[in-house]
């Protein structure tokens, strides 16, 4: 299980965006129960996606299907990262250095 900070800027529309940004990410609509949105999706056996306690995080958790291609695991990846860059409003690497500093504080 994985906590995405979310920029402030993008936590106004959080609770519909969490949910909204899987159809247009990876072009499926999820199941959601309980505030989790969850899917399936190539080289993702289950996608856990759900906000945080305090409404400005979303927590991720997920189990990979790794008899899938090559292809199949870019293309899950690509999606995923896609998702995570509309979701919480950082790129990739500001997340990467969020973790960092996470970590590290």
Known sequence: MQVYPVKRTVQKTLS???INGIQTCF???PAVEDGH???RYKALKMLDIS???D???IVVDTESDTSVSDEDILD???CFRKYLDLVTGYTTKERV???KKTAEG
């Open 51 to 53: 906000l945080g306690p």
């Open 97 to 99: 250095k969020l973790a």
């Open 76 to 78: 899950t990846n690509r």
């Open 16 to 18: 519909e965006q969490y």
């Open 37 to 39: 949105a969850r899917i």
């Open 55 to 57: 409404k400005k995080s």
């Open 27 to 29: 072009g499926i609509a």
